[in-house]
């Protein structure tokens, strides 16, 4: 990866760190825990790309993670998580991404959702299976 493009994902994670909005406060009628544990994945995340900052670019790459934190986060949030969106959350280059939602739809682990309102547009979802295994995790994180 030429010094261009590791300047232009940096950016494009910076622009995704920006939109990825602090956790969600509990409010009144929502899950006590459901919130923790999304704090506690999109803590994660947050830790990876500040690791990700201090390091040379492609030390550390684990983009099926990323993906999974990033969704059971946008999930908690209530926000549609694009294609397009999941492949910048994913901190590796797109095709890497795409490989990798490939990867995680097959799993069982997430699934695609065409939009209904513009059908260049793609969306990305956890499973139950990937919520579930996604909770496992984040609960021993307690």
């Not at 999109?42 to 969704?71: H, K, Q, T, V």
């Not at 910048?88 to 795409?98: M, R, S």
């Not at 959702?113 to 969306?123: A, I, K």
Request: proline fraction near 6%.
């Amino acid at each position: 990866m030429g010094h261009h493009n590791s300047q232009q994902m940096s950016e494009a994670f910076e622009t995704r760190a920006i939109t990825f909005a602090p956790a969600p406060s509990i409010t009144e009628g929502a899950d006590p825990e459901a919130s923790h544990l999304a704090m506690i994945a999109e803590r994660e995340y947050a830790n990876r790309r500040r690791r990700d900052a201090s390091f040379a670019p492609g030390i550390f790459a684990e983009p099926a993670w990323d993906m999974l934190l990033d969704l059971y986060v946008q999930q908690h949030q209530k926000r549609s998580v694009s294609i397009h969106s999941l492949c910048i959350a994913a901190a590796v280059p797109p095709t890497t991404a795409l490989r990798w939602i490939g990867r995680l739809v097959d799993a069982g682990l997430m699934k695609r959702e065409p939009s209904l309102q513009d059908n260049r547009v793609v969306y990305v979802a956890l499973t139950d299976e990937g919520r579930s295994a996604m909770e496992k995790y984040l609960r021993g994180r307690l």
